[in-house]
């Protein structure tokens, strides 16, 4: 059972914008900063989105995030097959005194 | 390019302990702090913990300490993960991952990641 809460699963089609969202509580997406990584099959994360809507250098600018209170988002724009991942959200937990994760949101495109 | 890479598989027995390695590469390995996360089957990335490669501190998931030690070698830019009492629940692919930006830049988040070590933990 993972500290933060993703749905399971999205779907979109090719160069459509999909989102997916982040529910925690005030003790860590509340309080704290909200990053985010993508996982293909087989392979390790990787950072797609730091401090809640930095993008790492080479992340192209259709991955955007934002967050409100106790929830966080990831935006995907112009949806392309290569999209098609696990994405995770994670997030410093101030009880925990340990960052948590998310439990993932596979993205299908259609 | 900057490198992680981890030791191979293990497969060990409950109770026992195991030992992943993550040799650097690239860069100035006192730099930037270390994560150790790990990721059971079909489940989300679980954090044990940061290692700062310069004095060796350490900060520790509350879920393992006791039984997480990490150390560091900074002769052959190398750091450690020792797990002891192992259960069946440990078996995962352990991931070794540098601090995204140097100098205990703690916030924005972790890359790049080791490719990962199959831990499989069972009599």
């Known amino acids: 059972q993972s500290v933060l809460t993703q749905p399971p699963s999205a779907s979109g089609t090719p160069g459509q914008r999909v989102t997916i969202s982040c529910s925690g509580n005030?003790?860590?997406?509340?309080?704290?900063?909200v990053n985010w990584y993508r996982q293909l099959p087989g392979t390790a994360p990787k950072l797609l989105i730091y401090i809640n809507n930095q993008r790492p250098s080479g992340v192209p600018d259709r991955f955007s995030g934002s967050k409100s209170g106790t929830s966080a988002s990831l935006a995907i724009s112009g949806l392309q097959s290569e999209d098609e991942a696990d994405y995770y959200c994670a997030a410093w937990d101030d009880s925990l005194q340990g960052w948590v994760f998310g439990g993932g949101t596979r993205l299908t495109v259609l | 390019q900057v490198q992680l890479v981890q030791s191979g598989a293990e497969v060990t027995k409950p109770g026992a302990s195991v030992k992943v390695s993550c040799k650097t590469s690239g860069y100035n390995f006192t730099s930037y702090s270390l994560h150790w996360v790990r990721q059971a089957p079909g489940q989300g990335p679980e954090w044990l913990g940061i290692?700062?490669?310069?004095?060796?501190?350490?900060t520790y998931a509350q879920k393992f300490q006791g039984r997480v030690t990490m150390t560091r070698d900074t002769s052959t830019s190398t750091v450690y993960m020792d797990l002891s009492s192992l259960k069946s629940e440990d078996t995962a692919v352990y991931y070794c991952a540098r601090d995204l930006f140097p100098n205990n830049d703690f916030w924005s988040g972790y890359s790049p990641w080791g490719q990962g070590t199959l831990v499989t933990v069972s009599s």
């Open positions: 005030n003790s860590n997406v509340g309080s704290n900063i």
């Open positions: 290692i700062n490669p310069i004095g060796g501190s350490t």
